[in-house]
């Protein structure tokens, strides 16, 4: 396995046709066209591109002015490491005041009025597309752990004798297959949201459940489903002559199941399952549609505000494909790890 | 020790096929059997149905005065006490040769750690392949693989051995190494029933060979009468078939 692994760039070496340099210079002059022809239209429709606005969704600097609550007079003026210390004395007493010291707008022997900026602090803050992206990531997260969870136990429930476990899995798996996510999403939030809610209302728990939780919840089930048809094909895809191995030595079913079948159905599920979380979470972008402010709703209210759309929904676009991106390179790198 | 009456098996897909029709055999404790046949003759299945990986239509097993065919038989203990070689070994690939021993006896029979590897180590230097403990299935050539999954047997500590076609997937170099064990286990008193197609084998080991065509027993004598002197015309063709 590995030499196979090592040798794979000589034989990348070997002499290239000039189709292969045509269709190269192809692709490139694709997609330089494309963008240009992109260019061209946004002047003809007078958009005018600002870059520069867009960093300030991720992060900015927010200033803090800081203010006196006493009347009096600057006595003192300490230096403390970065800051400077203000010793404001007055008539009720005195007060010390930190302030940077670059920002300082007083000086010692000032008079002080109550309201009166000391100075001025700058901190930086979390912008909202990045507190989108965020939400978009943890949703994901959270919704794949459950997701493998109801997917594992549902999958193993579809090669089940029994009828229970079988039908209860086939029926679920259809059901969330075969009927779309928005769908889904609106009925966890509207139907069963109203339902918990008012419950819990009536038995008189105060704290409903935030919108997140059912957004999550539609997401899980969802993913459950097709995790559900992997694990199924996975466990499928492993020899008879295995099972019958485990259980000629005495193994119950569950036992074969877990020291057996399992661990090789894993390592074949994982690629796909792969693919399932990278869809999970483009998927996720949904959830704006019940008031979770998720990057795809984080980028929306921004374009609202600041009507930069065209930069504004590239970014979207770009910030998704290096969550997607990252995660299958991970998922490459597993895989690689688990085969040598 | 082994009771088989009136069993019949009939497999319904692909298309019908009766497997066995209304096959009864005694085997005694210690005892060695054969079971040849054409392919398709239902000696596989009549193996199988022994440990139930094939639930049989009718008919009754007892295995030690235990009911194999009743629901109510904990057939995971039936099971333990049989042990079973496959043709394609059927050994865990993600687990390395002395796991593969050891995973069965600590599951089933909840032997400690080192009292199961204890037991395995003992069984590899048996079927001589102690310096594979280590190895992956995959690592090891067919011969190899095969001993390991006579050992994983063993190492359940079985009354009867059960072998379906143990040699019938190796290449000829490595069948010996195999029916040496096998051999070996005989001589040891092991209960054992064989299907196989070699008949060096039955010849040597056997001490009664089963011949079995279209589902049914033909025929059921020692070696010596079986491939000197068998009575039936059907076992007649097959030897002179297969002993050209």
Redesign the interface.
């Known amino acids: 396995m590995e030499t196979m692994t090592t040798q794979r760039p000589f034989s990348r070496r070997k002499a290239r046709s000039r189709s292969y340099y045509t269709g190269a210079a192809a692709f490139f002059a694709l997609g330089f066209g494309l963008a240009t022809a992109l260019y061209i239209a946004t002047l003809q429709v007078d958009y005018v591109w600002r870059w520069n606005r867009i960093p300030q969704y991720f992060f900015y600097k927010e200033k803090e002015e800081i203010r006196a609550d006493i009347e009096g007079e600057i006595e003192a003026l300490a230096a403390e490491g970065e800051n400077r210390r203000i010793l404001i004395r007055g008539a009720d007493g005195e007060k010390i005041i930190e302030v940077p010291a670059h920002d300082l707008r007083v000086a010692k022997g000032d008079l002080i009025a109550v309201g009166d900026v000391l100075g001025v602090r700058e901190q930086w803050k979390v912008g909202l597309l990045m507190q989108g992206l965020w939400l978009t990531i943890k949703v994901s997260i959270i919704a794949t752990v459950f997701g493998v969870f109801i997917g594992l136990f549902a999958g193993i429930a579809r090669v089940s004798a029994n009828p229970f476990f079988r039908w209860t899995a086939v029926t679920y798996v259809e059901i969330i297959r075969g009927s779309p996510l928005l769908v889904q999403i609106f009925i966890w939030y509207f139907v069963l949201g109203t339902l918990i809610n008012s419950i819990l209302a009536q038995v008189g728990i105060a704290q409903i459940p935030p919108p997140l939780w059912y957004g999550v919840a539609s997401m899980a089930t969802f993913a459950g489903a097709y995790v559900a048809e992997i694990v199924r094909a996975g466990i499928q895809s492993i020899?008879r002559?295995?099972n019958?191995?485990?259980?000629?030595?005495?193994?119950?079913y569950a036992?074969a199941m877990v020291?057996?079948i399992l661990?090789?159905a894993i390592?074949r599920i994982l690629p796909p399952l792969a693919g399932e979380f990278i869809s999970l979470i483009k998927d996720s972008s949904l959830l704006g549609i019940i008031a979770i402010r998720e990057l795809t709703k984080a980028t929306r209210e921004v374009v609202t505000t600041s009507l930069q759309a065209f930069e504004l929904w590239f970014v979207c676009a770009l910030l998704y494909l290096v969550l997607t991106f990252t995660l299958s390179m991970c998922v490459k790198y597993l895989e690689r790890r688990m085969i040598a | 020790m082994i009771d088989v009456r009136n069993l019949y098996k009939t497999f319904w897909l692909p298309q019908e096929v009766k497997a066995l029709v209304d096959v009864s055999v005694e085997i005694a404790a210690g005892e060695v059997v054969v079971v040849i046949g054409p392919s398709g003759s239902g000696k596989s299945t009549l193996l199988r149905c022994l440990n139930r990986l094939e639930t049989a239509d009718a008919g009754h097993i007892f295995i030690e005065g235990v009911d194999v065919l009743d629901a109510r038989t904990d057939i995971n203990k039936v099971r333990a006490e049989v042990g079973m070689v496959f043709q394609s070994f059927n050994l865990f690939p993600h687990k390395t040769v002395l796991d593969n021993i050891t995973l069965a006896q600590r599951v089933v029979r909840k032997r400690s750690g080192s009292e199961a590897r204890q037991k395995a180590e003992t069984l590899l230097k048996k079927v001589g392949i102690q310096e594979k403990a280590r190895a992956y299935p995959d690592q090891l050539s067919g011969g190899q693989q095969q001993r390991v999954a006579i050992a994983r047997a063993l190492a359940m500590d079985p009354k009867v051995m059960l072998f379906d076609e143990p040699t019938s997937a190796l290449d000829p170099e490595m069948i010996g190494e195999v029916l040496d064990v096998m051999k070996n286990l005989a001589r040891e008193g092991m209960t054992m029933v064989v299907v196989t197609h070699e008949m060096g084998f039955a010849r040597e080991v056997a001490d009664r060979v089963v011949f079995m065509d279209g589902g049914g027993i033909v025929e059921i004598g020692t070696p010596e009468h079986f491939f000197t002197r068998p009575t039936h015309d059907r076992t007649k063709l097959f030897l002179s078939q297969i002993l050209k």
């Open positions: 020899h002559g295995q019958e191995a485990a259980r000629s030595l005495g193994m119950s036992q020291h057996v661990p090789q390592r």
